[in-house]
């Protein structure tokens, strides 16, 4: 029993972290069809400012939101001067996405060295809760909390908002929305800023959960690549259940079947590009 | 992509410079050329960086010169990437003709440039562990001054046993041969002296989150043994406080789960944790203390299992290049003196190797204390002259297997 219930717990923490972190690449994905395989190292980047700034006194959360918005202006960046220029080469783009990963994950190794570092939880957070004979811990709680949050949050954003009716406009078909006056290469940079911060900001979030460490990009981009594909590209309520349910599997399949850990993870990628290639909730493509 | 990088041409001109400007009263011979395999690049890289720091001071303290020969330091950068590793030496070896190397970092560095050294005949002064490198697959070109992954993990078992008074403990280890032979050593040594390791624990490498495995520790353990590499037992040990184990059950390690890079970083959720290894950096030798004094000065941090063991390997080559008065060239006395050599003075003490060119030396517990304002490996009881095959007898350890998941067999794991 205590082991359900802490492994559910442990699941619904890392299903938080990873929508936080694939929200964002998903509607890069879905809007600009580029995958951005920089995003996990966007993601480390922002854990390494959030040390930073945290260890000049800056507060854990108040660290998150400029950790985000340093990351997304960089992004906005690299999409402005560099993606568009490539523009029609999908191939190019995904190359150059990766390479930007390496050179970001070089400049952080140069500038915070190899060696990892702690990020600490918010005050009042880092004890575990004690309940029914259980040892929680109190912050991976707030994640699922935070991630609960953003996902309303987005959802609101892209369902209630003119610029969501213009991202998911541009999501199903871009030569319509072109072809109706949205301005696509200022939404282009806008989703990119705003999907890449989330990334940034998730690093910090996630920090005091997996500190900040050379190899963390590596770690996490094949996760968003699993929760995108499986959730379905482009759909926010896909990268919701994506993320939970590979938080799930992940959870549940390394504990009881520890042989199979990385089996179990792309196991349900691999039968949802056979069976479903359109992920559980993106729509076909023509 | 190039064999000599800006920093190689920087040291070969002050190497250069330097013989230019020594008075010209007696005839230089060539500079002695070692090729460095390091990781300067990827997730290996915070050890690739103290390798590096602990040879360059070795070298600096010396003037650039090793048995009145000056030295010239050609690094190249593996990424920890076996493939690339081997193209490295191989370029070392063909276009800058090197003398010997030092390193690789990691075991399947090591493997992937195994045959090639042989055929060539280069002199390696490895800091890899992987154990049949020394073992059940020796390689004549090989000398190990660290120690095998199992080395300490025999002493590490001994001392839980003994003097932890630990019988029931659960393991956990990195999936990768390191860690299997960590645990293996440990497990043997343990139940051979009757205790039971009845949990065994393989996360992957690259795992971010333990929160799965550590919700998964049976309870009443006396001891868990961290088998970790790289910055696994950092994350590991602060994500086992944060699920309220920390002080409940304790923690002990193999070689690198509490490295001296890892302990300036950590807080107080790793005082107390009890680890094995071949070094301290509060090991109270004459040697050493100038070493960890150089290193807080010029790098400002304490050195750690990567740092000494370049550091060691210097002091390795050196005194082989002082018996056959620095001839490097004439390979097989080279390499006879290299592995025939006893060092007595090292950064981690006395240094002899065995028939198959793997350190004999002392292994150190430690207990992480807190001293000033930093974490410490407080060295707490010393394992003197510990050979790779523990007090087992070499012919019959290797008619064994070498170590892995399922050897030795687990006769008292819970289900």
Redesign the interface.
């Known amino acids: 029993m205590q082991f359900y219930v802490i492994q559910t717990l442990n699941s619904l923490a890392l299903g938080g972290v990873l929508f936080l972190l694939s929200s964002g690449f998903s509607l890069i994905f879905g809007l600009q069809r580029i995958p951005n395989l920089a995003h996990g190292a966007l993601f480390m980047l922002g854990a390494y400012i959030g040390t930073s700034l945290i260890s000049r006194g800056v507060d854990f959360w108040a660290a998150a939101v400029l950790s985000g918005i340093a990351v997304g202006l960089l992004g906005a960046a690299l999409e402005r001067l560099i993606l568009r220029r490539l523009a029609g080469n999908e191939q190019g783009q995904v190359l150059v996405t990766l390479g930007v990963a390496f050179i970001i994950a070089d400049v952080c190794l140069m500038v915070w060295t190899g060696d990892p570092i702690p990020v600490p939880a918010p005050d009042g957070l880092r004890r575990p809760i004690f309940a029914y004979g259980l040892a929680f811990p109190t912050y991976r709680l707030v994640v699922v909390g935070v991630a609960v949050v953003m996902a309303v949050l987005l959802f609101l954003l892209i369902e209630r908002t003119r610029l969501g009716a213009m991202i998911r406009a541009g999501v199903d078909d871009m030569e319509m929305a072109r072809g109706v006056g949205i301005r696509v290469s200022r939404l282009f940079s806008i989703t990119f800023f705003f999907g890449v911060a989330l990334a940034g900001a998730a690093g910090v979030v996630a920090g005091p959960i997996f500190s900040a460490y050379p190899g963390l990009d590596a770690d996490m981009l094949p996760l968003a690549l699993v929760v995108v594909i499986l959730g379905g590209v482009g759909s926010l309520l896909g990268a919701f259940v994506g993320s939970f349910v590979v938080g799930f599997v992940y959870n549940f399949g390394t504990a009881l079947l520890p042989d199979l850990a990385y089996v179990i993870l792309f196991l349900p990628m691999v039968l949802a590009l056979v069976f479903k290639p359109e992920g559980l909730f993106g729509r076909a493509r023509p | 992509m190039t064999a000599i990088n800006r920093r190689t041409v920087l040291q070969g001109l002050a190497v250069a410079t330097g013989t230019l400007a020594a008075p010209a009263v007696q005839a230089q011979p060539t500079p002695v050329r070692i090729g460095f395999l390091t990781v300067k ?3 290996l ?5 103290q390798m590096e720091q602990g040879l360059l001071l070795y070298l600096k303290e010396r003037n650039n010169r090793l048995a009145g020969r000056a030295v010239e330091l050609i690094t190249a950068d593996t990424g920890g990437v076996p493939a690339q590793a081997r193209t490295k030496t191989q370029e070392l070896v063909e276009r800058n003709r090197v003398h010997c190397i030092i390193g690789p970092l990691a075991a399947f560095e090591a493997l992937a440039i195994d045959d090639y050294i042989r055929g060539v005949g280069l002199p390696t002064l490895a800091v890899a562990a992987a154990d049949d490198m020394t073992q059940r697959n020796p390689n004549p070109w090989f000398v190990r001054a660290t120690s095998t992954s199992s080395q300490c993990a025999h002493p590490m078992a001994d001392y839980a046993l003994n003097e932890l008074r630990m019988r029931r403990m659960a393991v956990i280890a990195d999936d990768i041969a390191y860690g299997h032979e960590m645990l293996g050593g440990f497990q043997r040594v343990f139940e051979d002296g009757g205790g039971r390791v009845v949990q065994k ?4 490498l ?4 333990y ?3 550590i ?2 520790f049976r309870s009443n353990l006396d001891g868990i043994y961290m088998g970790f590499a ?2 696994n037992g ?2 590991f040990t ?2 086992f406080n ?4 920390g002080g409940r059950v304790p923690l002990t390690g193999g070689m690198t789960a509490v490295d001296e ?2 302990l ?4 107080n959720e790793a005082l107390g944790i009890v680890s094995a290894n071949w070094y301290s950096a509060e090991l109270d030798n004459p040697i050493n203390r100038s070493f960890v004094e150089l290193m807080r000065r010029d790098y400002r941090v304490d050195p750690g299992f990567y740092a000494a063991a370049t550091y060691t390997n210097g002091a390795v080559l050196e005194a082989a290049m002082r018996s056959v008065d620095g001839r490097v060239e004439d390979k097989e006395p080279f390499m006879a003196a290299l592995r025939t050599n006893a060092v007595p003075e090292t950064c981690r003490g006395p240094v002899r190797f065995d028939q198959y060119g793997n350190v004999v030396g002392n292994v150190y517990i430690r207990r992480v204390e807190r001293k000033g304002p930093r974490l410490v490996n407080t060295v707490i009881k010393t394992y003197p002259d510990v050979s790779q095959f523990w007090t087992y007898d070499p012919a019959a350890y290797l008619r064994n297997p070498v170590y892995s998941r399922d050897n030795p067999a687990s006769r008292f794991l819970e289900r």
């Open positions: 690049t990827g997730p890289a915070s050890g690739g960086l624990l393989w996360p992957p690259a795992v971010p989150d929160g799965t495995y919700s998964q790289g910055s950092f994350r602060r994500q944060e699920y309220g184990m890079s890892l300036q970083n950590m807080g």
